[in-house]
Each structure stands twice: as C-alpha cells, then as structure tokens.
Antibody, heavy 122, light 102 residues
Framework: EVQLVQSGAEVKKPGESLKISCKGSGYSFTSYWIGWVRQMPGKGLEWMGIIYPGDSDTRYSPSFQGQVTISADKSISTAYLQWSSLKASDTAMYYC???????????????WGQGTLVTVSS | SSELTQDPAVSVALGQTVRITCQGDSLRSYYASWYQQKPGQAPVLVIYGKNNRPSGIPDRFSGSSSGNTASLTITGAQAEDEADYYCNSRDRFGGGTKLTVL
C-alpha cells in the first residue's frame, strides 16, 4: 500500500524554527515528486512546492519562495518542510502528497498524507 | 501560472446530477485533477487527466474539459458526496466548491 505518514502536530512561538516530515512507503520514493500543500484554518488548498527526492530538484510557488525550505532524505524515504522563523500567519494544516505525472500536461497528487497541524502563538 | 476559479458553493438534490466547474487559462493546455475533502480529513483524488478515476472512486464521478474550463460531474449525487471539491492544474488549486446535497 502506498502511504505517506506525516509527523505530529506542533505548537510553536513566533520566531522559532520548525521542520516537519513526510515519510513515504510502499513505492519507489526516489521516482516520484512529493508536494507540500498549505490549508489555513477555514480556507482552501495552496500549492507550496514540490521536490524530486531522486536528485533533490525543488520548485517553489512564488508565494512561498524564501518563506520555507523543502528538502528530502532519500536514504530514509522522507521529505521535509521547514521554517527558520515562524510567524503567527504560518498557523495552518500542512499536507504532503505524492505527485504523479503523465507527459508534460498531466499531473496529480495521490495519495496524501494525513496532515500536520502547525500552530504558532505567543 | 494563472488563477483557477471555482464557484464557492453548489447544491444538488439527492440523486440528481451536479456539475462543478473550474476556469483558468492554464486549462487550455494542461489537464485538471479534482480532490474531495470532507471536514477534518485530508483531500482525496477523485478525477485526474482526461477522465480517469482512481481505484475505489465510484463511477458516478466523471471529468471533462473544454477550452479554459474543466468540470467535475457527479451523476446521482449521494449524501456522502457532500464535501469541498478542489481543482488543481500545474502549481495552482482552485478556491474550492462546497457541495451541499439536499
């Protein structure tokens, strides 16, 4: 069974750093892109960025470039999303998802991790 | 890439057909995928590509595309289909459509 398991909920203060994880299993982790998606409370999904664990090629949405860092450790089939200095506005649910592609005009996310709730409050 | 626009809310009577649309310039050259999200749960893929359903998704869900508009159709909506639906194309998600089954 293809599965993505994310790390647990976090409560942090503004200015603190954080790294959350997403561990893949049941498939070749290095052969598929992994994406990160933000969902702020009561809001929609936002595409943050993707990484190809095979060579760590990473793409960011302009909205998130410079705000977060996406990385991966292929030796343990795990992708990461990290912040160097959290803000209250980073409070959200964060999902990872495997991205599949067919050609250059066709991609989709499946499956999704269960989500990691990040709360930033003083 | 361009924005993707969805109607914020749509309703359908139980057993009837409903179409949820997604508009954006990127859809002229790039397929959309569709996700269902129920309260407190992670999104689930329901349609990808031209009109492909993952294993386990009922065949009442179908997808289509024309010009700059992608559509998700539910034929014979069930109570369990009440959820938020999001389209995705390239590096964007639509704003989501809240489907109510009456």
């Amino acid at each position: 069974e293809v599965q993505l398991v994310q790390s647990g909920a976090e409560v942090k203060k503004p200015g603190e750093s954080l790294k959350i994880s997403c561990k893949g299993s049941g498939y070749s982790f290095t052969s598929y892109w992994i994406g990160w998606v933000r969902q702020m409370p009561g809001k929609g999904l936002e595409w943050m960025g993707i990484i190809y664990p095979g060579d760590s090629d990473t793409r960011y949405s302009p909205s998130f470039q410079g705000q977060v860092t996406i990385s991966a450790d292929k030796s343990i089939s795990t992708a990461y999303l990290q912040w160097s200095s959290l803000k209250a506005s980073d409070t959200a649910m964060y999902y990872c998802a495997r991205q599949l592609r067919a050609g250059v005009v066709w991609d989709w996310f499946d499956p999704w991790g269960q989500g990691t709730l990040v709360t930033v409050s003083s | 890439s361009s924005e993707l626009t969805q109607d914020p809310a749509v309703s359908v009577a139980l057993g009837q057909t409903v179409r949820i649309t997604c508009q954006g310039d990127s859809l002229r050259s790039y397929y959309a995928s569709w996700y269902q999200q129920k309260p407190g749960q992670a999104p689930v893929l329901v349609i990808y590509g031209k009109n492909n359903r993952p294993s386990g998704i009922p065949d009442r869900f179908s997808g289509s595309s024309s010009g700059n508009t992608a559509s998700l159709t539910i034929t014979g909506a069930q109570a369990e289909d009440e959820a938020d639906y999001y389209c995705n194309s390239r590096d964007r998600f639509g704003g989501g459509t809240k489907l109510t089954v009456l």
